[in-house]
T-cell receptor, first 113, second 114 residues
Framework: AQSVTQLDSQVPVFEEAPVELRCNYS??????LFWYVQYPNQGLQLLLK??????LVKGINGFEAEFNKSQTSFHLRKPSVHISDTAEYFC???????????FGTGTQLKVEL | EAQVTQNPRYLITVTGKKLTVTCSQN?????MSWYRQDPGLGLRQIYYSMNVEVTDKGDVPEGYKVSRKEKRNFPLILESPSPNQTSLYFCASSFSLGRKETQYFGPGTRLLVL
């Protein structure tokens, strides 16, 4: 079975500051990793995903994440955040086959002026 | 436009009154899933389907039923809703070909059971 831990439930940050949202996973087999964003009162939007290849993955809206197999982590980063990045961010893991995503509990990113 | 649609988007009902939330996708995906989202718990999978007439339980299947009679539709059925099923529900469809995996989520259905 796989699991995902998002260590921070809330992350406040000032606009134009860098941010890192942490995600650790546990699995006995190879995994695919995802970050989703949920804006207030909206559905989930895929930010980026790691399936194979380069461990540094670039996504939409200037976000990137790095897969670290030895530390079983997939932290999300952005060098300079904007007010519009205020949202909840979910890390998720899959072992393939498209049938099951296991989600973390989410990190609420609040960008302040 | 590729999309997953859910209906209704909002629903208030009473304990014990059967309801169905519909989900439809236009991408010819084999896989479809239902998730519920609760504060502090993230999203948890209720049921999933790998193809027509093939369904299986996810992490929190109690109190729910699903069916997959057509590839594009995957309705979620609550035979006798209870207040602990008050939640935000998401349907998702996915296409997995080798390692090119893509998941699409519907807009969500907010359910309140009184």
């Amino acid at each position: 079975a796989q699991s995902v831990t998002q260590l921070d439930s809330q992350v406040p940050v000032f606009e134009e500051a860098p941010v890192e949202l942490r995600c650790n996973y546990s699995s006995s087999v190879s995994v695919y990793l995802f970050w989703y964003v949920q804006y207030p009162n909206q559905g989930l939007q895929l930010l980026l995903k790691y399936l194979s290849g380069s461990t540094l993955v670039k996504g939409i809206n200037g976000f990137e994440a790095e897969f670290n197999k030895s530390q079983t982590s997939f932290h999300l980063r952005k060098p300079s955040v904007h007010i519009s990045d205020t949202a909840e961010y979910f890390c998720a893991v899959s072992t393939g086959g498209g049938n099951k995503l296991t989600f973390g509990t989410g990190t609420q990113l609040k960008v302040e002026l | 436009e590729a999309q997953v649609t859910q209906n209704p988007r909002y629903l208030i009902t009473v304990t014990g009154k059967k309801l169905t939330v519909t989900c439809s996708q236009n991408m010819n995906h084999e896989y479809m899933s239902w998730y519920r989202q609760d504060p502090g718990l993230g999203l948890r999978q209720i049921y999933y389907s790998m193809n027509v007439e093939v369904t299986d339980k996810g992490d929190v299947p109690e109190g729910y039923k699903v069916s997959r009679k057509e590839k594009r539709n995957f309705p979620l059925i609550l035979e006798s809703p209870s207040p602990n099923q008050t939640s935000l529900y998401f349907c998702a469809s996915s296409f997995s070909l080798g390692r090119k995996e893509t998941q699409y989520f519907g807009p969500g259905t907010r359910l309140l059971v009184l």
